[in-house]
């Protein structure tokens, strides 16, 4: 069976099962509109023949409108705020933390006293250049301090054997891109 809508004129196929003699609510899929709709062979089979011809006039299609509900704005003005969130009153009545003056004054004067932040890079790159440096002090002074401390000589070639590998990998992901 075919179906119509009775809003937006958009077809459906349902089964001629699925619609029984009493009829059924049935909805648009595209439009949401709702409508009751009756078998059609039903309706066919129901009406009586007519022996002498009788003049209808075309149904005018009856086009059904939902309107969904408008939302209403409201008209809110926002009160400013009596107390500061970071104030020791609101941080004491919210969060239960108590701040006294004495504490506040301590942490001002600590945080304007520490100077400027060295920062990540910064210190990433200081590391590099004293790892460079221990490493450089090291090599140089292999054979002094083997000769002091024999137990070191493995130790030593050890960390040497692992330098080098370090720099090879680097070297072939260079080459490789």
Known sequence: ???????????????????????????????????????????????????????????????????????????????????????????????????SDTETVEVKTQSKSRGVSFGFYNSLILFIILVISISRILYFAQDYIIANFPITEFYLNYFFESIRNIFEIIRDLLIIY
Not at 46 to 53: D, G, K, R, V, W
Request: positive net charge.
């Open 1 to 99: 069976m075919i179906l119509t809508c009775n809003s937006c004129g958009k077809k459906f196929v349902v089964p001629d099962n699925a619609i029984t003699s009493s009829g059924r609510m049935v909805q648009c899929g595209s439009c949401g509109n709702k409508w009751r709709q009756f078998p059609t062979s039903e309706i066919k089979t129901n009406q009586p023949i007519a022996t002498s011809p009788k003049i209808f006039s075309k149904p005018k299609k009856i086009k059904q409108t939902t309107q969904k509900p408008k939302k209403i704005k409201k008209a809110t003005t926002k009160k400013p705020r009596e107390i500061s969130l970071y104030s020791p009153e609101y941080l004491a009545k919210k969060h239960g933390i108590k701040i």
